[in-house]
Structure formats: C-alpha cells, structure tokens
C-alpha cells in the first residue's frame, strides 16, 4: 500500500513539478522528519537535472524570493524548507543519479539520494562511502555539513546564486570547495552533484554490541573511563557509539575486519569495561549489512527505500576534547537524564582516524576532539513542544558553558544555539563570510523570467514532450 502511495505521488510530481499550498498534495510534501516545527513555503519546485536548478534560481532571483533546496528533509529545524515561511523549495527529489566508476574508484551522486540507497548501490557494485547510519538523510544536505569521518567529496557541480553551473574542485574556484566541505548546507547555492572517492569493502566486517548496568554509577564511571582513555587509541577501522538513557547503556560498533582481528583489537576496551549484563555481539557481517543493523530500519526495504518517520524533537551537540568527560560531567549528565520530564537520550560518537587529521581544504574544523554528544529529546505530542525544548535547551547551555568544547557540529543545526558562528566554525568563520560575498551577494537580474506561473508552464511541457 505505502509502495503504490510513493509511486503515485512520484508520477503527480513529475506532470506537476510546481506545488502550491492550494495544491491537495502540498501539506503532505511538508512534512519533513522534524514535526515539532513546520514553515509553509510559497512554492515546491521539483527539479530534474542542473537546467531545472538553474531556472528556479533565475526565476527567484527576477522575482527577488528567496530559494532553498531540499534533499533528504532532515534538517532538524528545517532549514530544508527555509526556516520560514514564504521562500522557494527547490527540492531535488528526482536528481537521484549515481554513476560508479570501479576504475578511477569514484562515484557521481546526485544530491538528492538518500544514504540507504548510496550504500546500497555502491555495495552493489562493492564499495562504500564513509557517511551517516540513518537510511533517508539526504546526501545532499549531510555532506555539505562536512561529515567527521572525511566524507571526502573530490569534486561539485553547484548552481550558484546567479543561476550559473559551477565545477568545484580544490583546483577550479578553490575558496568555494572549501566553504561548501562543513559549511554548505544551504549557504553558497544549490549542490546538484557530488563526485566521491569511493573504497572497495572489506570481504567481511564485525559488528558490536555491549549491554551495561545503568543503574549502577560505579559502573558507568568505569565505561567513561574506558572510553575516554582507550578509545583514541582503537584502530582507524573502529567506529563506537555509545548511548546513555534514563534506563540503558549500550555501545555498538563495527570493525572494518573479521571477528577474530576485531576480538583481538578491541582486547584494551574490553579488559576496562565493567561486566556487561547480557552476552556481547561480534558478529560477523558484510558493511552492508552491518549498515542495515546499525540503521535499526524496521526492514530491508526501507533500508533502500527510505521514508521520514516524523516525530517531535530537538537535539543539543557538544564537541568533547581533551581526556573527555570528567566524573563531575557525568554525574550532572546522568542526574538529568534521570530526573528529565521528557524522553532524552545522549549518543557518544567516538571521534579518531580522518575526522581528527586537519583538512586545509574542508571547513569542518571539529578535528582534535575525542568524541562528539548528540542529546536528543523526543516526544509524542505538540502541546510539549515548549516544555521539552525549554527543559534540554536549558540544560545544554550549562553542560557546555561547565564541561565541553565551545565547539559544536553544524549537521546537528540548533537554532537556539549562541555564538553559533563560533561553536560551528571557529576562527575560520570571517573567512566564510568572505567566500560567501564573492560567491551570492553579488546578485543581478537580468534573467528573463515573468513568474512561476511561467516556469510551471515550461516544465510541465518539457514532459509533455516526451
Ligand atoms: C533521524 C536523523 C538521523 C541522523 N543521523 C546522522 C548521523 O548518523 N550522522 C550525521 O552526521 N548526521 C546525522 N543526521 C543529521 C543530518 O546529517 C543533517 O540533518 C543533514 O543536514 C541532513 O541532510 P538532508 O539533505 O537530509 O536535509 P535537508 O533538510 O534537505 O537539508 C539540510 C540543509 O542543507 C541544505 N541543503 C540540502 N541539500 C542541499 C544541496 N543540494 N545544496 C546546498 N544545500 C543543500 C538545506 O537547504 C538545509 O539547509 C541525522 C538527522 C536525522 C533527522
């Protein structure tokens, strides 16, 4: 049933690209995965190839509107539908193509793929990416925000605020590929193409899977400390995430090797961990499949073919640095995830490997750091939007101002967050501005466009034709 939904409301975009709010299918193409904030647009266009692109842009900028583009929908204060009312949604739906070369070991991705299809095809074809665990995050807006694990693009194709194709590279417009790798999203015009370094997939990875005490402090004191004191010194191929809860403690993993390397490069960890409560998993996987298990998609099929699940939340990021979390840190942690109103989980990702080797041509500058919190509130309805964003917003305040880094990670977007520009950017955050005035301030329109109206009419025929 969901299936045939999907495919009937693809068919209606591609005859009807151009949605307004009176349109019956437009409140359904707002919903996002963030419900607990929601902006009307004036208009969704949806866009086939960098032509479309080009002509919403020109056509915003004759009418002097303001255009977004969506990808995934992720953005957890929607900055995919502008963060406002009335803007332009260019939303790149249909510019889904990937194209692998096994040869040069690259990949050419369209913006709007979601990861569970990229891993997907790429593992097809027996490569991977390093990129997120969430199946329909878009591609688009997560590898602008300059993923930690050197997401590395090689190259872009952008459609710049004058509605003009730029080629991005380290050589070709230079100070732009900087800007876009940590802080492109939304910021220096539409990305319709990524190019990759893809890399060929282990014959066989692990993944990992701990169960602790929760109730016991002692216990968990003794998991930070291991974390903070052996988790730096894990192997580049170590990914682990542990999270925190008012009635759990886990950590999952996954080792780019077999089980028997993965035992043994994670003897360290183990000796320092407390008891854990159940047997611990090291299983035996493919990345793929190590990508389904981690994504905790309900199904395989929604793995490669991925919906929002919308609920209510918000979410705080602290970059940690140093000898991590102190024991003062924890105990408040741990004190308000107990006594918290609302739902909270905090998730540790371990940083190491590429995310902490300086990149003079990314933006992304959270690189000496040990790991990096996401504290996520989630509930079941609006009327506690107030109260659990009031409750997580303020306590996030005090944990980073006591016990973190400044420092905090743009794809996380929080816009409650002071001195973002710092806590995101740091001292390069001038250097993005200047980039930023070079590039989209210098608007002209001189491009013939009468209105959407127009523009509906051309695209429309445009399939028509075919
Ligand atoms: C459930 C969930 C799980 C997540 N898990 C992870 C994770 O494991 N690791 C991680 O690092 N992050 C994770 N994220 C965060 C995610 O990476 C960011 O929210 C990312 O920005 C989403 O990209 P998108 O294209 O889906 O979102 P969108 O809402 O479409 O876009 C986000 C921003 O990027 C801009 N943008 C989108 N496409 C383009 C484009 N083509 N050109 C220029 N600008 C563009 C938008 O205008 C917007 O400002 C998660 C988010 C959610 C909701």
Do not use: H, M, W
């Given at each position: 049933m969901k299936l045939i939904k999907q495919f009937d409301i693809i068919l209606l975009l591609l005859w009807y690209p151009v949605i307004y709010?009176?349109?019956?299918?437009f409140p359904s193409l707002i919903i996002d995965q963030n419900i607990r904030v929601n902006y009307t647009p004036t208009v969704l266009v949806y866009a086939i190839d960098n032509k479309d692109v080009q002509k919403a842009v020109k056509c915003a900028v004759e009418l002097k509107r303001d255009i977004v583009s969506r990808s995934g929908g992720h953005s957890y204060e929607k900055y995919g539908l502008g963060g406002r009312n009335n803007v332009i949604v260019l939303d790149l739906t249909f510019v889904n193509g990937i194209t692998i070369n096994s040869e040069m070991e690259t990949a050419k991705i369209g913006a709007r793929n979601r990861l569970g299809n990229v891993y997907n095809q790429l593992n097809q074809a027996g490569f991977l990416i390093p990129a997120g665990l969430c199946p329909s995050i878009g591609i688009g807006g997560h590898a602008l925000g300059g993923r930690?694990?050197?997401?590395?693009?090689d190259s872009m194709e952008i459609v710049d605020a004058k509605g003009e194709i730029l080629q991005v590279d380290s050589i070709l417009n230079a100070d732009l590929y900087f800007a876009l790798r940590g802080a492109g999203g939304g910021s220096y015009g539409i990305v319709t193409y990524f190019v990759f370094r893809i890399h060929r997939t282990p014959p066989q990875v692990t993944y990992m899977e701990l169960a602790f005490n929760r109730a016991n402090m002692t216990q968990e004191y003794q998991l930070f400390d291991a974390f903070n004191e052996v988790g730096p010194l894990h192997d580049d191929g170590i990914a682990l995430k542990m999270r925190l809860n008012k009635s759990s403690l886990s950590i999952t993993g996954l080792y780019l090797s077999p089980r028997t390397e993965t035992l043994n490069a994670m003897k360290e960890f183990l000796s320092k961990v407390?008891?854990?409560?159940?047997i611990p998993k090291f299983i035996p996987q493919t990345f793929y499949e190590s990508f389904e298990t981690l994504s905790k998609s309900p199904n395989k099929y929604e793995v490669v073919n991925p919906v929002h699940h919308p609920n209510f939340f918000k979410a705080k990021s602290f970059v940690v640095k140093g000898k991590g979390l102190t024991r003062q840190a924890i105990k408040v942690l741990v004190d308000f995830l107990n006594g918290a109103s609302c739902k909270i989980l905090a998730s540790f990702d371990l940083f190491g490997g590429a995310a902490n080797v300086y990149d003079s041509s990314s933006s992304f500058i959270h690189r000496d750091a040990l790991y990096c919190i996401q504290m996520e509130s989630d509930w079941e309805a609006k009327d506690q939007n107030t109260k659990c964003t009031d409750e997580i917003n303020e306590f996030g305040k005090n944990f980073q101002l006591n016990f973190t880094s400044d420092e905090s990670y743009?794809?996380?977007?929080?816009?409650?967050?002071?001195d973002w520009q710092t806590r995101y950017y740091g001292n390069i955050f001038g250097k993005l501005v200047k980039i930023k005035r070079k590039?989209?301030?210098?608007?002209?329109?001189?491009?013939?466009?009468?209105?959407l109206e127009k523009f509906r009419y051309r695209i429309i025929m445009k399939y028509s034709q075919l």
């Open positions: 709010p009176n349109d019956t299918l930690k694990y050197g997401l590395a693009c407390p008891e854990p409560i159940s743009q794809d996380f977007i929080d816009r409650n967050l002071d590039y989209v301030i210098q608007l002209s329109s001189k491009y013939p466009c009468t209105g």
